[in-house]
C-alpha cells in the first residue's frame, strides 16, 4: 500500500510566521501535489512536482512555496502566514494516476 | 460553470439501503475517473479508479463511467453506518501530469 506521511495531524502558528509543512511518500511516486481543502471550496491545487528540483504553480499559488530536494519529501512554505490561510492541507502523490493522500495538516493561523 | 459538478448533499439513507452517488463533467477530455471517501478530520482514501467508460465492482460498491452522457456514478449496496463519510468524485484528463479535478463532494450519513 501507498503510504504519503503528514508530518503534523494539527498546527498553530501566528501570523507573519514562515511554516514548513512536511510530506513524505514511500512508492518512489514521480509526482507529488499540495492541496489546501476548504468548506464550500473543496480541494484546491497549490503547487505540485513532476520530479525532483521541479515544480509548476497549481491554481492558488499565492502566498506559498515548495521544495522538493529529494523525490520523496515534499515541502509546503507558507513565506509569512496570514490568517486567510487557516485550512486543512493535504499532500498526495502519484505516478500517473491515481493519486494517493495522507491525512492531512489543519493549520491554524492566529 | 464548473468542469465537475456534484451535489454537496447532505444525503441521509437508512442502513442497507443502495446509495447513488454522481458526478457530471463538461471537459470530454477527461479519461481518468476515481472515487474518495473521506472521513471527518481524515484524508481521501481512494475507492474506486476507472479508465475510459465502462463499470467497476469491487464488493459492495460499483462505479460507472458514461463518457456519452459525461457522466460517472458510485454505487453502494447495503450500506452501512460505516459508509458514512464525504464522497468526492475526481476526474483527470491524458497527459496532464496526473492533476486531477474534484467535484465538491458528498456529504453521506447511513443511519442504522
Known amino acids: 500500500d501507498v503510504k504519503v506521511t503528514q508530518s503534523s495531524r494539527y498546527l498553530v502558528k501566528r501570523t507573519g510566521e514562515k511554516v514548513f509543512l512536511e510530506c513524505v511518500q514511500d512508492?518512489?511516486?514521480?509526482?507529488m501535489f499540495w492541496y489546501r481543502q476548504d468548506p464550500g471550496l473543496g480541494l484546491r491545487l497549490i503547487y505540485f512536482?513532476?520530479?525532483?528540483?521541479?515544480?509548476e504553480k497549481g491554481d492558488i499559488p499565492e502566498g506559498y512555496s515548495v521544495s522538493r530536494e529529494k523525490k520523496e519529501r515534499f515541502s509546503l512554505i507558507l513565506e509569512s502566514a496570514s490568517t486567510n490561510q487557516t485550512s486543512m492541507y493535504l499532500c498526495?502523490?502519484?505516478?500517473?494516476?491515481?493519486?494517493?493522500f495522507g491525512d492531512g495538516t489543519r493549520l491554524s493561523i492566529l | 460553470q464548473k468542469e465537475v459538478e456534484q451535489d454537496p448533499g447532505p444525503l441521509s439513507v437508512p442502513e442497507g439501503a443502495i446509495v447513488s452517488l454522481n458526478c457530471t463533467y463538461s471537459?470530454?477530455?477527461?479519461?481518468?475517473f476515481m472515487w474518495y471517501r473521506q472521513y471527518s478530520r481524515k484524508g481521501p482514501e481512494l475507492l474506486m479508479y476507472?479508465?475510459s467508460s465502462g463499470n467497476k465492482e469491487d464488493g459492495r460498491f460499483t462505479a460507472q463511467v458514461d463518457k456519452s452522457s459525461k457522466y460517472i456514478s458510485l454505487f453502494i449496496r447495503d450500506s452501512q453506518p460505516s459508509d458514512s463519510a464525504t464522497y468526492l468524485c475526481?476526474?483527470?484528463?491524458w497527459g496532464q501530469g496526473g492533476k486531477l479535478i474534484f467535484g465538491q463532494g458528498t456529504e453521506l450519513s447511513v443511519k442504522p
Open positions: 498526495a502523490s502519484a505516478q500517473n494516476q491515481p493519486q494517493h
Open positions: 476507472t479508465y
Open positions: 471537459n470530454s477530455a477527461f479519461q481518468y
Open positions: 475526481a476526474m483527470s484528463p
Open positions: 512536482s513532476y520530479d525532483v528540483k521541479m515544480k
Open positions: 512508492m518512489d511516486h514521480e509526482n
